[in-house]
């Protein structure tokens, strides 16, 4: 989807189970990943031009600054999962037709998208995205704005997918908090991209690569250090709940079995009554 193969690689064995990676799909990851990447351009499509970020380099006090950014990257990805589920399971409990959650829900984008006054927040938002990395007149709103969009509209029953607009959430908070701690504007969106979608998805390790894949070296190790941060602090929770655990982020023994993430808690206070 996105011009890098090798982070769709790495995406692929990583985002299916938490603290687990199959290692024997190692191969068969590659060759899907590079076959889909040489379809697609042989197909004629153009992939959205992110800019090359320079070099930083990295000090004690930057790592501080990429460690503060991290901890923010984390409570907006924990806002937009906790809100998209939270809508989703109140729109069910109350409204039990899709057709009717769809049609509620297509009605509330429509008069919010009136209320804003603008369409950037609708559809996937490249040419925000892209802005972001070197225009300071972006909204400093504006990550909120669409996490809150976007939050609506797959709460109602909506597919279309989470993963460009949380670029754009990313790159967006990216903008606003290169100001506040005084890092490279470009970088730092190019940061925000990558972490919130990987701190959403428990995906850190895909989504650094593929910040080095769209912006160059120049991304090391600065979006490593976000991508943890933020994958940690969002604790066992993700966009998608039918995602896998295996081993507990903070460490402690492995599950007895693979559970996912809606199911977590009850599993986890099992096994420990067992353990007893």
């Known amino acids: ?10 995406f692929g064995l990583e985002v299916v189970t938490i603290g687990r990676v199959e ?3 190692l191969v068969p990851a ?3 990943s590079l076959v889909g990447d040489f379809v697609t351009r042989a197909c004629g499509v153009v992939h959205t031009a992110y800019p090359k970020v320079a070099s930083l380099e990295l000090t004690p006090l930057v790592v ?3 460690i503060v950014f991290g901890v923010i990257v984390a409570l907006v990805a924990v806002a937009f999962v906790e809100l998209t589920h939270g809508l989703k399971a109140q729109l069910e409990k109350r409204v039990k037709w899709l057709a009717v959650r769809m049609l509620i829900g297509g009605a509330l984008v429509v008069v919010a998208w009136k ?3 603008t369409s950037r927040y609708l559809g996937l938002g490249v040419p925000t995205i892209v802005q972001a990395f070197s225009d300071p007149s972006v909204p400093k709103y504006a990550f909120l704005l669409k996490l809150l969009f976007t939050s609506l509209t797959l709460s109602a029953g909506f597919l279309g997918g989470e993963v460009t607009p949380l670029f754009f959430v990313g790159a967006t908070l990216g903008a606003v908090l290169a100001r506040l701690l005084g890092l490279p504007m470009e970088l730092a969106a190019g940061v925000g991209l990558a972490a919130v979608f990987g701190a959403a998805a428990n995906t850190p390790l895909a989504l650094s690569i593929m910040a080095v894949e769209l912006l160059g070296a120049g991304a090391l190790p600065h979006v490593v250090i976000v991508t943890v941060v933020a994958y940690l602090l969002t604790g066992h929770r993700g966009i998608y709940p039918a995602q896998r655990v295996a081993r507990l982020k903070h460490g402690g023994p492995v599950l007895q079995r693979l559970v996912p993430l809606r199911e977590l808690d009850d ?3 099992k096994q420990r009554e067992e353990e007893e």
């Open 1 to 10: 989807m996105f011009g890098t193969p090798i982070a769709g690689l790495v």
């Open 23 to 25: 290692y024997h799909a």
């Open 30 to 32: 590659l060759v899907a």
């Open 64 to 66: 501080g600054k990429w």
């Open 115 to 117: 209320l804003v006054g």
């Open 267 to 269: 599993a986890t206070a």
